[in-house]
């Protein structure tokens, strides 16, 4: 028989850096979650993103059990960092911040595509080019 599920939390955590402190403590204490498990799981299993943040999906169980599923970093930050920009534009039309190449942003629509809601790389390389616009930095082909 499968476990009742008591709660499924949405969090976004620096990867490998994760602290009991919030958003996580909070979400997982109303639960009664074992934080500090979720913290040492959660820092092991994306160790190697070091402080990029990285999207989870917690399911919390009945007996105070989890599992977490972690998610691709979201495209803002993968974009951030292959410009080499500290953040987006304020005025994306008109002040530009940065840019990247073609092949960048196929890289991370490669490595975002589970996560999207694409059929194909096209699609999701579309996805990111209009992530890109709405920052400010453009895309060149």
């Known amino acids: 028989m499968a476990k009742e599920i008591k709660?499924?939390?949405k969090l976004q955590a620096a990867g490998g850096q994760a602290t009991p402190a919030p958003p996580i403590g909070p979400a997982l204490g109303q639960h009664n979650v074992n934080i500090g498990q979720f913290v040492a799981q959660f820092n092991e299993r994306t160790r190697?993103?070091?402080g990029m943040p990285v999207p989870v999906e917690i399911t919390v169980y009945g007996d105070r059990t989890f599992t977490f599923i972690t998610k691709s970093p979201p495209a803002a930050a993968l974009?951030?960092?292959?410009?080499q920009v500290a953040k987006g534009s304020g005025v994306p039309n008109k002040e530009k911040v940065g840019t990247v190449t073609g092949d960048q942003v196929k890289a991370i629509a490669q490595?975002?595509?589970k996560d999207?809601?694409?059929r194909n790389l096209d699609a999701a390389c579309r996805i990111?080019?209009?992530t890109a616009r709405s920052m400010g930095i453009t895309v060149q082909k």
């Open 111 to 113: 490595r975002k595509i």
């Open 128 to 130: 990111v080019e209009g």
């Open 48 to 50: 190697d993103l070091n």
């Open 79 to 83: 974009l951030k960092e292959a410009a």
């Open 7 to 9: 709660a499924k939390i």
């Open 116 to 118: 999207l809601n694409a």
